[in-house]
């Protein structure tokens, strides 16, 4: 999962739902889009593939439990970067070392 922070959930942890997970490595991120969070759960021996399921934050942040997956030891979260943010800060980089070069600029 390229693009994404990952929130590595050590055993022994005593974590329970998201808002613990995030607020315990700082809260999210400025550029993390709250639209694209996943849960990826490791599958029993047997099934072979993992889990992955998709979380509404914004649903987690007003109460709702549809989503708001108990974290078990082994989950990792992937929070991505909002595209837009990454685009105005790459966008900020690039103008503002052009205006460096700019020779009549004082």
């Not at 030891?73 to 690039?94: M, Q």
Request: proline residues 8%; aromatic residues 8%.
């Amino acid at each position: 999962m390229s693009g994404a922070l990952l929130i590595a959930i050590a055993a022994g942890y005593a974590i329970r739902k998201y808002p613990d997970a995030i607020s315990r490595v700082g809260g999210l991120a400025p550029v993390s889009s709250t639209r694209k969070i996943v849960l990826a759960r490791p599958s029993p021996v047997a099934m072979g593939c993992n889990q992955v399921m998709p979380v509404d934050w914004q649903a987690v942040l007003h109460g709702s439990t549809a989503t708001n997956y108990q974290i078990f030891p082994g989950d990792r979260i992937y929070v991505y970067a909002d595209p837009l943010i990454c685009l105005d800060n790459h966008l900020a980089k690039i103008l503002a070392a052009a205006g460096k070069l700019n020779p009549y600029q004082k």
